[in-house]
């Protein structure tokens, strides 16, 4: 099982800047994805970024704006929210899941942090 702490988040102004964090731990697999994936009240979850072995995925919305890292050592994953807008407001929820034949495993039915709420005001 895996263990997924989230802190970071908050409210913030438009234009303003963010960063997000994700603690991992607990058992894990050798090849694994992570990612961020926001919820707005009465959606579905959307992936906002996700990270694997170096590669980087993004949605079209916020490409140029925020920042998905991962610090191996520390085992936590980042996201660097920048040039924010009230758009970006959600929960945000870091989400794990195994790297099966090159490709991520679906992050629904991996494991998730606490969420994080953001506010971006105008």
């Known amino acids: 099982q895996v263990q997924l702490v989230q802190s970071g988040g908050g409210a913030v102004q438009t234009g303003g800047s963010l960063r997000l964090s994700c603690a991992a731990s607990g058992r894990t697999e050798r090849s694994y994805c992570m990612g961020w994936f926001l919820q707005a009240p009465a959606t579905e979850r959307e992936a906002v970024a996700t990270?694997?072995?170096?590669?980087?995925t993004y949605a079209d919305s916020v490409k140029g704006r925020f920042t998905i890292s991962k610090d191996n050592d520390k085992n936590t994953l980042y996201l660097q929210m920048n040039n924010v807008n009230p758009e970006d407001s959600a929960m945000y929820y870091c989400g794990w899941t195994p790297l099966s034949g090159g490709r991520c495993r679906d992050f629904l039915s991996g494991y998730w942090g606490q969420g994080t709420q953001v506010n971006v005001s105008s």
């Open positions: 990270v694997r072995s170096g590669i980087t």
